[in-house]
């Protein structure tokens, strides 16, 4: 949410004398309080941002109602962070409209819920697409105002419109039991607005949903995204898509390089997977010590075929890696 109060270009009013421009004090302030910020020391942040707050510089006042509401000082006040906020919001401050939407939804500061879609509509109107977002879920689950599922589903579009994916994550979930094709539709819109799990949930569709079409080029693409993109469960299938060559390239070694990604991201798969390529030493150095690691580490997945091919596994180190090297491994384990 602060994001953007780091580019915000410096204040400045004209001098009377010279006609010059110098930094008027709470613009100086408030540059002290954001590099403060910036640094870590939140009670001179706080200190400097109440001084450019009390002279009515809304970005201070944001920065000043944010520290006291996360309680970064040690300090949670959320009576005046809500006050705060609200003189930001009259200054057309859309963060701070944001914020006491926030607060609103979860009861804080003397606010509920059905104040939200006051501050939210505020912000809306500022073409903030995650407060139009805010207010389509507030309308699909109630929150603070009656259930109304396509009032919900048009705000959560004019979000969507302007390039929010976690939006079109949203609606494509909505249609996700009762049209696939529909459902399909939104996150590949999701994931072209940079959405990981809906690139991940789009491939999985094009896989294993039996009302979509096959496209096991586009189902590799949306995977491939998706663990780029740093997704831990897309990182071990798109290197299983890799080691297979189904729709990219075939290679052991990048498709080990992913399942390593995906195992050191805590994906029960992945682990198992790079345990498997460790073992057999494909596109990766051979280590039973290290396959045994990551074997007891993958623990069970809950996939009935990846447990009993996990049972198999360990039964084979077991029975032909000598008991110290397996050890060792239990003994990293611990």
Known sequence: MLGSLAVLAPLASATPET????ASADSLHFQSAQSAFDAGDFDRALAMAKLAAADGNADAQYLAGYILMRGQTGLVDLPEAATLFRAAAKAKNSDAMMALGEMSVRNLAGLSASDGLHWFSMAAQANRPDAMRAIGEMYIKGQGLAPDANKGREWLKRAADYGDGIAARII???YFETDANEALRWYEKSAANGEIESAYLAAIMYEENFDIKPD???MAALMQQAAEGGYP?????YGLLVYQGRGVEQSTEAAADWFEKAARNGDKEGQFLYAFTLAK???????FEDAYYWLLKSGESGVSAYD????VL???LEQNVAPAVLAKARARLD
């Open 172 to 174: 494509g979930d909505s």
């Open 314 to 316: 360990r039964e084979r």
């Open 19 to 22: 006609g010059l421009k110098t």
């Open 216 to 218: 096991t080029t586009r």
């Open 233 to 237: 469960a897309a990182q071990a299938d």
């Open 308 to 311: 009993k091919d996990r049972k």
């Open 281 to 287: 030493g494909e596109g990766v150095t051979q280590s």
